[in-house]
């Protein structure tokens, strides 16, 4: 039962992805796959990417957003959250060579990240992106509909 709603959880991100980002993506192709396969695949531009997804939000509020209660806190989302949330993702392996990873906000909103200054959050993703294994890091923010692309300057493998 986790896993099923966990998955349709990740499908609603990246279909809000796919919209907010304008990628051309055949949503007609998602699969949802088991390891080491990445969390969603399907055809973007006429060939297959794999998309691992991680939500970059406060642990406390995400496990008690389902109780329907509210539940106040102060967190507030920054620069070192973004880049722990790829560092945590970095070692998976995965069965395609061009795996993109999608950071996107949970029950958290992830607006304080517009707050800092830009240059520093570039600077600090695109260094993350470029120690991962991934393609490219996305930031999502689906509540002010914005994304953001950093493209990882390795080849990948």
Request: charged share 25%; with cysteine; net charge neutral.
């Amino acid at each position: 039962m986790v896993g099923s709603v966990k998955r349709k959880k990740e499908l609603s991100a990246f279909l809000q992805f796919v919209e907010i980002a304008q990628v051309d993506a055949d949503t007609s192709s998602i699969r949802q796959l088991e390891p080491p396969n990445p969390d969603i695949i399907c055809r973007v531009s006429g060939g297959d990417r794999g998309f691992e997804l991680t939500a970059l939000t406060d642990p406390v509020i995400e496990r008690k957003f389902g109780t329907g209660k509210f539940h106040y806190s102060n967190y507030r989302i920054d620069i070192n959250d973004a880049v722990e949330c790829i560092a945590r993702k970095k070692h998976k392996v995965y069965a395609l060579p061009r795996v993109e990873l999608i950071v996107h906000e949970g029950s958290t909103p992830i607006d304080d990240l517009w707050q800092w200054d830009q240059s520093q959050l570039d600077a600090a993703i695109q260094l993350a992106t470029d120690k991962s294994n991934f393609s490219r890091v996305w930031l999502v923010d689906i509540s002010s509909r914005r994304a953001r692309a950093y493209t990882s300057s390795a080849t990948p493998a």
